[in-house]
Structures are given as structure tokens and as C-alpha cells.
């Protein structure tokens, strides 16, 4: 298998194709991985067709944002249902709020459903890159490796694709309400909401009361460092995901993977637990769908988070939860601040605000569904369960 | 109608296009966006003797020697950047007036200086080099560099030569490393 250099193109297998992008991880700075659908002019149609972490699914899933995490990002791309006109889908990356350069890295691999390339980045000074771009060619879909970016970041990245971008977030000091993004039409905002101790709620507003899909994502990492015998796959800790529901008829419901409890998304309780994630190696982790559609019969939403096997101690999982929301930003909650060591954790509040979506952090822990329940003033019936 | 080349391939020019009095070679990319150094492709033009030489210096037209001594090849001007639609470079040769001493002439096309940009053909948008009929306008050959010739920093693009009393085309196609210094040292000068 030759590893295609910068500049270098090849031809990819027909069908659905799955990118990988290795980027790694800079300390103290986040890399986000992107795809732009763009036209034979390179620009975008419109700032629908940018998949990135605020709008996972682009041209009715012709190119999804199937998950990060442990350094990789994968997209999922269906070239047949690309539209026509879309003649490009370039893979970016980009360092969130340019705290590092792409120099910091030693170097980037692509994969596109098995064809490879790589970007060396020693010297690289561009906190934004165009990593590969997947192009149409005689008819058929090729891949070619690029590398080549802009030292002022995301903005100048966007404008090159023809992106308009929202004024950046304030500073994380200022309150929460200045921090709810609201983007002027035909603008994306690119900001990252993160819920802290200090900031901790956030309004999402929507004009006509429907969200789409709201995704939760639990995603963790195994350490294996500190426990030798754990090895990837076998007896890690293994961290479910799970939600209380409530819908304004007053009914009550939980899903979690414990107990089969995985929900429906049409159908109340409109929240659904996509599969469930043993190890953690699932590079995504797990996902709680929320039919944001169906947000005005939704009364409130508790996401939760329990280490179901494993060491119970929250630093040792570096779990951290997002929320992502069709068209807003990624908010994101992270538990590994915190070494408590009982297993059940309240992550985040989402309740109906007006037809809104208010999310509160909570990060509170309890010794189980019970406990938290009565924490949280829930009053369901417990009885043990195992999956 | 272009014909699209293989490696090695001949176009007979007489035939092709008759009564085919003056071409021109078109160098042809795109200005960077990306933040970096420039791209900078160099279109030359090597006259030959019968040996595949050049019998003089003069006899090489690039960004520093425009014009040959009997004007019959004539190089437009460098371009550093790419800036500007469609050919940025061009070599027009007048065939007619090529002197019969000249049994070919080789076109090249180069990236300047780059080794030390770290740059080959794939990095630049939209370069190609094609070989233009200059009294209609119309294509008779082109090649797509960042396309076909990704990977590589120079390529003779072909020879322009005499058969039997007609001027023929053969695609040559043949990336080359070390640049346009290599190139001279092939065709027989010395870079300072």
C-alpha cells in the first residue's frame, strides 16, 4: 500500500466510503476535523453543506461527522448522494481558538476507505489546514492529499470556502446569557460552548420551536497506563449513558442501555440510546438521540452518566459529554476534573425554557439512579437491573 | 479538438492542424490562496542541433534569455505567481522561421526553487502545460500537472521536431528531478 505524499491523488474504492483523519492531540488545544461541500469554485453552496461538530449531517447524510475522540475523527461520505453540483468535499482541520500550530504535530493521516496519505507537519506554521479533498474527476471520486492551510485559523479558512462566520464568543468570564449564541441569519457560528463550574447554563434558541436531532455523545478513554492488566477491549470500564424524560402529559421515562431501556425517537419518548459501547474503544463512544422536533411535548431532559463496570473514579475515565444541536454549538461538559468515586453521575439539565432548550451543567454524583432520582425529584420505582 | 497524449505519443502538426504556421506553449496555474510561497512554474524552451544539444547558450529561451537569435522562439515573460487567467507563461515559437540547423525544440516545465519550498506539480491548483495552435486558437495537446504529474517538480512536456519537411509533436511526458538546472546539464549548458 504506497502512502500517497502531499499533492499526490488517487482514485477511491466506488461505494460509501469512510475517512479517517489521524490528527492526534495537542495539550491545551483542540483539533476539530471538518468537511466542506463545495462547488467547482471551491466555495460552499451555502453554510449547510460545512459537517463540522454544530451540524453533523450534511445534504441529507451524504456526509456525516460519524465521531471523534482519542485523537481521530471519522466522517462517513456517500459520493452517489452527494448533490450534484458539490464537486469537492475537503477535509479541514482546524486548532480552536489557535492556541497551537499544526507545526506542534509530527504529522496527519488520512484513510479513505483504505487509501492512504500522510502530512508531515514539522515546521508547519497554519493553525488551519485543508488536510485532503475528495473530488470528482472524469465521473469518478478521487482523493488528494493537500496540507496546505492558513496561519489565521478557522476565519480565514471559512472565508477561503466561502463560509461566513459569527462574531467569535465572548470570553468565557463574561455571563452566561451574553455567551447564548444567537448567529445573525446565513452566518455559522463556530464557537464552542463549554459548560464550566463558572458558566454553566446556556440558552438555545430556535425561531420555530423545532431542533432536529439533538445528539448527546458520552465519549471516554481506557487508561490503561495505571492498570496493566487492563487491556483495550477486555475489562476496562465501561460508562453508559442515560436519561430521565418527562413530557409535559406528566409522563416519565428512562432510557439507558441497563435494562434494554433504549427508547424511540418518533415515538415518546422521543429520545433514543443508539447502541451501547463495552470498552470505550468505540472511537465515538455512545449517543443519546433526542428528536428535537419534538421538543414542545418534551418537558425536561437529566443526561447521566454511570460507570457500569470498571474502577469507579471519574478522573481515571476522562468521560466527557456533548451536546450537539443542529445549527448551534457543540456544548460540551467534561468529568474528569473530578476524582469522585461514586459510579453515578448527573451531567447536564436540558429543560423547555419557552419552546427553548436551556442547558444546565450539573456534574453531581450519587450512588445510583435511586440517589439521584430523589436528588432530582424525579419519583420513579427502582428495581435492579442488569444488560 | 485537443488529443489527449500518452507518453511517447506523436501528433503529426502538419497534420493535425494544416497549414500550421506558429504555435504557442501555454503554462497555465493558479495563483496560491493557502498561506505559504508561492508556486512559481517556469516554462523553457531548449533549440537542439542534430545531437540533442543545444548548440549555444542563446539557443535556451527561459525567464532570463526571452527571445532566441533569430526571433523565431520567443518566451512572453515570467510569471512568479500564476496570478491572471488561463496560459501565465507562454512560448511562442514561429516554425517557419525556426533555422534548419534546429532539428528540435524541447519545452520544459519547471517549479522554481522546489526543493527548498518543499513544492511539487500536485500542490499547485489547476497547472497544466498545452501546445496551442497560435493563429486559431485551438488546442492540439495539453497536459494536466496536478492531476498527472503529482508527484514531480519538472517534466519535459515534449520536442517539437522536423520529419520528412513537416513539424511534428512527441509527447514526452518524462518527469525529471533535480529542475531546470538538470534540464540544462541534459541539454548540453553549463549553469553557473
Not at chain 1, 490503561?224 to 409535559?248: M, N, P, Y
Request: some cysteine; proline content about 4%; charged content about 20%.
Amino acid at each position: 500500500m504506497t502512502l500517497l505524499t502531499l499533492g499526490a491523488n488517487a482514485p477511491v474504492p466506488a461505494g460509501d466510503l469512510s475517512v479517517l483523519i489521524r490528527h492526534g492531540s495537542l495539550s491545551g488545544a483542540e483539533i476539530d476535523v471538518s468537511a466542506f461541500l463545495v462547488t467547482s469554485a471551491e466555495k460552499v453552496r451555502s453554510d449547510a453543506d460545512m459537517c463540522f461538530y454544530g451540524q453533523p449531517s450534511v445534504a441529507d447524510g451524504a456526509v456525516t461527522l460519524a465521531g471523534s475522540g482519542n485523537g481521530e475523527t471519522r466522517f462517513a461520505v456517500a459520493p452517489s448522494r452527494i448533490p450534484a453540483g458539490v464537486e469537492k468535499v475537503i477535509f479541514t482541520a482546524t486548532i480552536h481558538e489557535n492556541r497551537a500550530t499544526f507545526g506542534q504535530l509530527a504529522d496527519i493521516g488520512v484513510d479513505v476507505s483504505g487509501v492512504q496519505g500522510q502530512i508531515p507537519c514539522a515546521g508547519m506554521t497554519e493553525t488551519a489546514l485543508i488536510l485532503a479533498e475528495l473530488y470528482l474527476r472524469n465521473g469518478a471520486w478521487k482523493v488528494r492529499i493537500v496540507g496546505q492551510g492558513f496561519n489565521g485559523g478557522l476565519p480565514a479558512l471559512a472565508t477561503h470556502l466561502g463560509v461566513e462566520i459569527a462574531d467569535p464568543a465572548p470570553a468565557p468570564a463574561s455571563p452566561p446569557a451574553s455567551t447564548a449564541p444567537t448567529p445573525a441569519p446565513n452566518t455559522v457560528n463556530l464557537s464552542k460552548v463549554s459548560l464550566t463550574k463558572q458558566n454553566n447554563a446556556v440558552n438555545l434558541k430556535k425561531d420555530d420551536g423545532r431542533f432536529g436531532k439533538v445528539r448527546i455523545n458520552l465519549n471516554w478513554n481506557q487508561k490503561t497506563k495505571k492498570k496493566g492488566f487492563f487491556s483495550r477491549g477486555s475489562s476496562g470500564i465501561d460508562l453508559d449513558v442515560g436519561a430521565f424524560i418527562e413530557t409535559h402529559d406528566g409522563k416519565r421515562d428512562v432510557v439507558q442501555a441497563l435494562g434494554n431501556a433504549f427508547g424511540d425517537f418518533s415515538r415518546p419518548p422521543y429520545v433514543k440510546l443508539l447502541g451501547d459501547d463495552r470498552t470505550g474503544a468505540v472511537s465515538d463512544g455512545e449517543w443519546l438521540e433526542i428528536n428535537g422536533d419534538k421538543w414542545s411535548e418534551i418537558k425536561r431532559v437529566l443526561v447521566y452518566a454511570f460507570i457500569y463496570e470498571g474502577v469507579p473514579n471519574w478522573q481515571e475515565t476522562d468521560g466527557v459529554i456533548r451536546i450537539l444541536v443542529p445549527g448551534q454549538p457543540e456544548i460540551e461538559v467534561r468529568m474528569n476534573e473530578f476524582g469522585d468515586r461514586r459510579a453515578m453521575c448527573a451531567v447536564a439539565r436540558l429543560e423547555n425554557d419557552g419552546g427553548q432548550v436551556r442547558v444546565t451543567r450539573e456534574v453531581t454524583f450519587h450512588t445510583g439512579q435511586r440517589d439521584m432520582d430523589e436528588a432530582y425529584g424525579w419519583g420513579f420505582r427502582w428495581s435492579a437491573g442488569r444488560k | 479538438m485537443a488529443i489527449s497524449l500518452n507518453k511517447g505519443g506523436n501528433v503529426s502538426l502538419s497534420k493535425s492542424e494544416p497549414g500550421l504556421k506558429k504555435i504557442m506553449i501555454g503554462l497555465g496555474w493558479d495563483a496560491r490562496s493557502t498561506d505559504g510561497a508561492d508556486f512559481d512554474l517556469d516554462a523553457s524552451a531548449f533549440m537542439l542541433g542534430a545531437n540533442g544539444k543545444v548548440p549555444n547558450d542563446n539557443a535556451f529561451i527561459f525567464y532570463n534569455n526571452l527571445t532566441s537569435a533569430d526571433g523565431s522562439v520567443e518566451h512572453t515573460g515570467d510569471n512568479l505567481t500564476g496570478s491572471g487567467d488561463g496560459d501565465d507563461e507562454a512560448i511562442k515559437v514561429n516554425l517557419d522561421g525556426v533555422p534548419a540547423d534546429v532539428h528540435a525544440v524541447a519545452i520544459t516545465v519547471t517549479i522554481h526553487d522546489a526543493e527548498a519550498r518543499r513544492q511539487n506539480f500536485g500542490q499547485v491548483k489547476n497547472a497544466f502545460i498545452r501546445i496551442v495552435n497560435d493563429e486559431t486558437g485551438t488546442e492540439i495537446a495539453r497536459y494536466d500537472l496536478t492531476e498527472d504529474y503529482s508527484t514531480e517538480t519538472a517534466m519535459i512536456f515534449g520536442e517539437i521536431y522536423r520529419h520528412n519537411n513537416e513539424w511534428k509533436f512527441r509527447a514526452v511526458g518524462q518527469g525529471y528531478a533535480g529542475g531546470l538546472a538538470a534540464m540544462c546539464a541534459q541539454y548540453g549548458i553549463n549553469v553557473a
